[in-house]
C-alpha cells in the first residue's frame, strides 16, 4: 500500500522556471526521503529530511517538513532540461516489528522543456 | 562494490518456473529492501531486512515470493512458479541504518511469458 501522495501527477513547465512538488502522508514518520527516476529504473536519492527538521537544501533543491500537515514539498529552482524525470516521496514509518520501513508515493512525472 | 548491484539486469522466463534475483548491498549496509514497480506506479514494498532477519515481510504479494540474506549481505529474492503478473522491475535497496538514506540498485526487469 502507498503511504504517500504525490501532488501533481504531472507538471510541464519551461527551462528556468520552478517546480514544486508535493507528498502528502498519513502516519507519524521518522524521515522523508525524496528520490528521482529517470526511464524507470534506478532511484537517485535527493534528500532525506528527518521528522525534526523543517527544511533543508541541497544545490538547486528545497525541501520543507510540515508535520502537523503531514506534508512536505519538494523546490527545484531554476529547472534545465536534464531534471526531466519522476521524482518520488519516501516516508520512513514504524513497522509493527519496531523497525522504519520505507514507503513510496506514485509519483510525479515532471517535463521541462527547453 | 561502490552501489548497489542487481543481477540479471534482465530475465525472461516462461510462466510457472522459478527465478531467483539477487541483490549485492553496499559494503557495511545492514538494512537491506526490496520492491517492485509496475510502468507508471511508484516502488510497491516487499520486505525489508534489518542484517539477516526479515524484520517486515508484509508487502510479500504471497507465498510464492520468498526473501532470503543469509549472512546479513547478499539478498535473493526467489519467485516460485511465476506468472505473467509477476512482470515488473524489482528493485532492491540498501541503507547504512535504518534511518539514513537508502541507496537502489538498477534493478532486475522480469518478464514472465
Known amino acids: 500500500s502507498q503511504q504517500g501522495e504525490e501532488d501533481p501527477q504531472a507538471l510541464s513547465i519551461q527551462e528556468g522556471e520552478n517546480a514544486t512538488m508535493n507528498c502528502s502522508y498519513k502516519t507519524s514518520i521518522n524521515n522523508l526521503q525524496w528520490y528521482r527516476q529517470n526511464s524507470g529504473r534506478g532511484l537517485v536519492h535527493l534528500i532525506l529530511i528527518r521528522s525534526n527538521e523543517r527544511e533543508k537544501h541541497s544545490g538547486r533543491l528545497r525541501v520543507t517538513l510540515d508535520t502537523s500537515k503531514k506534508s512536505s514539498s519538494l523546490l527545484i529552482t531554476a529547472s534545465r532540461a536534464a531534471d526531466t524525470a519522476s521524482y518520488f516521496c519516501?516516508?520512513?514509518?514504524?513497522?509493527?516489528?519496531?523497525?522504519?520501513?520505507?514507503?513510496f508515493g506514485a509519483g510525479t512525472r515532471l517535463a521541462v522543456h527547453p | 562494490g561502490a552501489g548497489v548491484s542487481q543481477t540479471p539486469s534482465n530475465k525472461v522466463t516462461e510462466k510457472g518456473k522459478y527465478v531467483e534475483l539477487r541483490c549485492d548491498p553496499i559494503s557495511g549496509h545492514t538494512a537491506l529492501y526490496w520492491y517492485r514497480q509496475s510502468l507508471g506506479q511508484g516502488p510497491e514494498f516487499l520486505i525489508y531486512?534489518?542484517?539477516?532477519?526479515?524484520?517486515?515481510d508484509s508487502g510479500l504479494p504471497n507465498d510464492r515470493f520468498f526473501a532470503v540474506r543469509p549472512e546479513g549481505s547478499v539478498s535473493t529474492l526467489k519467485i516460485q512458479r511465476t506468472e505473467r503478473g509477476d512482470s515488473a522491475v524489482y528493485l532492491c535497496?540498501?541503507?547504512?541504518?535504518?534511518?539514513?538514506?537508502?541507496?537502489f540498485g538498477q534493478g532486475t526487469r522480469l518478464t514472465v511469458v
Open positions: 519516501a516516508t520512513a514509518t514504524i513497522s509493527s516489528g519496531g523497525y522504519n520501513k520505507l514507503i
Open positions: 531486512f534489518q542484517g539477516t532477519g526479515a524484520a517486515d
Open positions: 535497496a540498501s541503507s547504512l541504518t535504518e534511518n539514513t538514506e537508502a541507496f
